[in-house]
């Protein structure tokens, strides 16, 4: 008797199974781990609060060393510490900011950050989380760029057969 059998190899049997463990959750994983490496020591600067949008904190605006801005937040907080720096007070903050704690799966990824952002004056309209959490457009798309060779480059290495009897 004759028998057929077909082989499929490459990525085209894909199981669902095999996309979320070889090629979502990696990828997912390396953009947080590249947002946290590239992008996360930007929102302590001033060039980052300018790009982000941050809302002015108290004597931001107001001309230093004048009587107003010595007892602004920014002025009590210059003659403290010695900085303006934005999402600073202290320091500690941005300290514990720096460990690097990525949750990925396949559908997104979490970059856990301090829970001493999440802090608010319930009169303020001010919101670290929100602030630090920002992305701008320019980032966004070399994120996604970034993904998108992984996933290719990820789809290309993945070799699969499947083997079917016809007959």
Do not use: C
């Amino acid at each position: 008797m004759l028998g057929i059998e077909v082989h499929y190899r490459g990525a085209h049997p894909l199981r669902r199974r095999d996309w979320n463990t070889e090629v979502a959750e990696p990828v997912f994983r390396d953009a947080g781990e590249y947002w946290h490496r590239q992008f996360r020591a930007k929102h302590f600067t001033e060039a980052g609060a300018q790009e982000y949008g941050y809302y002015q904190r108290k004597g931001e605006g107001l001309p230093r060393g004048s009587k107003g801005w010595r007892r602004s937040y920014t002025g009590r907080k210059f003659a403290r510490f010695g900085h303006t720096r934005p999402l600073v007070y202290t320091g500690e903050g941005e300290r514990l900011s720096r460990m690097r704690d990525v949750r990925a799966t396949s559908k997104r990824v979490r970059v856990v950050l301090p829970r001493k952002f999440n802090l608010k004056h319930p009169k303020s309209r001010i919101r670290m989380r929100d602030e630090l959490t920002r992305i701008s457009p320019r980032e966004e798309q070399l994120i996604i760029a970034r993904a998108d060779r992984q996933v290719h480059q990820r789809l290309a290495r993945i070799k699969t057969t499947e083997t079917k009897k016809l007959a």
